[in-house]
């Protein structure tokens, strides 16, 4: 059945491989997968021991609702410590705000607690309009940021900002782990300069980089014609409109006639949302599994599939990806190639395999938690592996060996391990410029071996 639209910033979800200008940016990171559409969990968990009687009150509330009570009187005596007895005034919300991120911080990278503000603008990227310099980012322990990728025609891209780069200051003045609260400092008015400093694998001093903020509206689709009959779809990220706005640019491209080809650009596509991939890979498949997700909880347990009718009418595709590609741009690449439906050039992805779920609190705040992995129609989760090219392209000018090594959800403190990782394996390369778009119409013109049945 066709991808359920994106509802309310609840049920489970699939961000991207970070936030945009953190943590505030999260373009397109809340990915609405359809509870209704679970399938029973392949392996249900056992059930608890039960607890023994008692007459304590207390002790009987905690085995009613599973609270480990011990563990919450000594949480509560260290807050009143803190409260009582720290050297200065402590804000009592901002003390328990610290204590909940301190409940999520050693899961993994993608959990995290989000005040009213982050909240409200995680969601706002969906719609691809915001201030800011345009660039998404994984916010680390330290508070430095890492760019995920800059997001094509803005700011960020203008001034050279680059995947891979970490930001380490912002007018000077170094990030701290508090510059995550709020909006962030990468955020401000349209028409203000803020000068970063980054550190870039390859340069032995750290650059300063002058970018003027502006009024960030992302088309995440432009197409054009490569050569007569041979048509290009850039995707930079994936909101609310995307898929629709793909179906339009390439019945736009087809307007001359039919299409003998169709290059999908997912380069340093940080991901957004799972329904517009979806949506996107419902449009140029038959029949077959798009993508499912698998958790603990079975509420979690999704499963998409394609409704018949191919826009291309099987004209080949060929998509590229690099190591900024992630995320719901992972579940594109990984549907189409499973499928049988197109060939992959480029550049091993990032490996974003993990399903977050976004829970309102009563106050404006959000936890966002990692709940669910996905799994590409032939079952491959890809977590902390990515998606593995059938051409492999090297970058212009050739990258320093050292960057391989880095730039990866396997390398991310904390991450979840993956069912295909592989200890010391490095990502791909970032691609930048036009060679990649050769390289991939030429493979488009290969003659098209025989495809494999559709996964089901």
Do not use: C, W
């Not at 689709?221 to 009959?229: A, F, Q, S, Y």
């Amino acid at each position: 059945m066709p991808p359920p639209s994106p509802g309310a910033r609840s049920g489970p979800t699939q961000p991207d491989a970070g936030a945009t200008e953190p943590p505030a940016d999260a373009a397109g990171a809340t990915d609405e997968a359809d509870p209704s559409a679970a399938d029973p969990a392949p392996d249900e968990p056992a059930p608890a021991e039960p607890v023994p009687a008692s007459d304590d009150p207390d002790a009987s509330e905690s085995a009613a609702t599973g609270v480990p009570l011990d563990e919450i009187r000594r949480y509560v005596g260290v807050f009143n410590a803190i409260r009582q007895g720290y050297v200065d005034p402590v804000d009592e919300r901002k003390l328990m705000t610290s204590a909940i991120r301190g409940l999520l911080l050693d899961l993994d990278p993608h959990s995290a607690y989000l005040e009213k503000s982050d909240a409200e603008a995680f969601d706002e990227g969906t719609t691809g309009a915001y201030d800011g310099i345009g660039v998404e980012v994984l916010q680390l322990p330290d508070g430095k940021v890492k760019v995920i990728a800059p997001i094509d025609d803005t700011p960020a891209a203008k001034a050279g900002i680059r995947a891979g780069d970490t930001i380490v200051a912002v007018d000077g003045r170094p990030l701290a782990p508090a510059d995550a609260e709020g909006h962030g400092p990468l955020r401000g008015p349209p028409g203000t300069r803020v000068v970063l400093t980054v550190l870039r694998e390859g340069e032995p001093e750290p650059l300063e980089i002058t970018v003027q903020r502006d009024t960030i509206r992302v088309a995440s689709v432009r197409g054009r014609l490569l050569e007569p009959g041979y048509g290009y779809v850039r995707i930079s990220q994936f909101q609310v409109e995307t898929g629709e706005d793909f179906t339009r640019t390439v019945r736009e491209l087809q307007a001359g006639g039919p299409l003998k080809g169709l290059v999908i650009d997912l380069r340093s596509n940080p991901g957004g949302l799972l329904t517009s991939a979806v949506r996107v890979a419902d449009d140029l498949l038959e029949a077959g599994r798009i993508v499912s997700t698998r958790g603990r909880n079975p509420v979690n347990d999704t499963e998409f599939s394609a409704t018949p009718g191919d826009i291309l009418d099987g004209a080949p595709v060929v998509v590229i990806i690099d190591a900024g590609s992630a995320s719901a741009s992972e579940v594109l690449a990984g549907a189409l190639r499973d499928n049988g439906r197109a060939r992959i050039v480029g550049s091993r992805s990032f490996g974003k395999g993990s399903v977050q779920t976004v829970m309102p609190l009563g106050n404006g705040d959000a936890v966002k938690l990692t709940t669910a992995r996905y799994f590409t129609p032939s079952g491959r989760s890809i977590q902390a592996r990515g998606i593995d090219p059938d051409v492999v392209l090297q970058p212009d000018p050739p990258a320093r060996p050292t960057a391989r090594s880095r730039y990866t959800e396997a390398m991310l403190p904390g991450h979840l391990r993956g069912d295909e990782e592989e200890e010391g394996a490095g990502a791909g390369d970032v691609l930048d410029g036009d060679g990649p778009i050769q390289a991939a119409l030429a493979e488009l013109k290969k003659p098209a071996a025989p495809a494999p049945a559709p996964q089901r």
